[in-house]
């Protein structure tokens, strides 16, 4: 099974291009979710997509778009990259299940290198 | 608001001997409460969770964790430590909604030692 997949795994960027981070999902899930994980900062939540056709921003949206494509995808836009952007971003799904009981499922992370 | 406290950023043990990571929490209502573990260059994988019942929760690996509310503390527990249990482990809380978000601890490095 493959689950959630990200791609690319890594890619190094100069200030002030754009890049789109792709998220793909094959477990039927509503919700998605965008993390960047910094070093001891933990997760933190730039935006998600509780459904299809919705977005909302989480706590570090700044710098950041997304489109949620389609149930499978959950895209992430950088469109003017800065340094401060490096980071390693997570991309997550979860199902619907009872309320609120059902774990995230992560993907392996896009490593991001802004120069 | 919701958050959650991971008090330690490093907990070391003896291979064989007892583990406990720490996470305290703070919400508004009744919590769900996750524990992930990350291995290196890895996405998080779900380990256990609460919602409700049992205080006791048992997980994937021999992980368990206690959930006591007067103390809002969900302390992630294994009676004998392996090598292979070194990881990144991080706490998770979440509350009310189906499209609700989770607020993850800082994490914590667990390091086993032969």
């Known amino acids: 099974n493959a689950g959630v997949t990200q791609t690319p795994k890594f890619q190094v960027l100069k200030t002030g291009q754009s890049m789109t981070l792709q998220c793909a999902q094959d477990?039927?899930?509503?919700?998605m979710y965008w993390y960047r994980q910094d070093p001891g900062m933990g997760l933190r939540l730039i935006y998600y997509?509780?459904?299809?056709?919705?977005?909302d921003k989480g706590e570090v949206p700044n710098g950041y778009n997304v489109s949620r494509l389609n149930k499978r995808e959950f895209s992430l836009r950088l469109e003017s990259a800065a340094p401060s952007q490096t980071s390693v971003y997570f991309c997550?799904?979860?199902?619907?299940?009872?309320?609120?009981?059902?774990?995230?499922?992560f993907g392996d992370g896009t490593r991001l290198s802004i120069l | 608001a919701q958050s959650v406290a991971q008090p330690e950023d490093q907990v070391n043990v003896a291979e064989g001997n007892p583990l406990t990571v720490k996470c305290t929490y703070s919400?508004?209502?009744?919590?769900?409460l996750f524990w992930y573990v990350q291995y290196p260059n890895r996405g998080l994988q779900f380990l256990l969770k609460?919602?409700?019942?049992?205080?006791l929760v048992k997980g994937s690996y021999g992980f368990e964790a206690e959930f006591n509310k007067s103390q809002t503390s969900f302390h992630l527990k294994k009676p004998s430590a392996l090598v292979s249990d070194s990881a990144l482990y991080f706490c998770?809380?979440?509350?009310?909604?189906?499209?609700?978000?989770?607020?993850f601890g800082d994490g914590t490095t667990l390091t086993v030692k032969p």
């Open positions: 997550a799904s979860r199902g619907q299940g009872s309320v609120g009981n059902q774990p995230q499922h």
């Open positions: 477990m039927n899930h509503n919700s």
């Open positions: 997509s509780a459904s299809e056709g919705t977005t």
């Open positions: 919400v508004s209502g009744n919590p769900y």
């Open positions: 609460y919602i409700t019942g049992d205080n």
């Open positions: 998770a809380v979440r509350v009310g909604t189906n499209a609700g978000k989770s607020t």
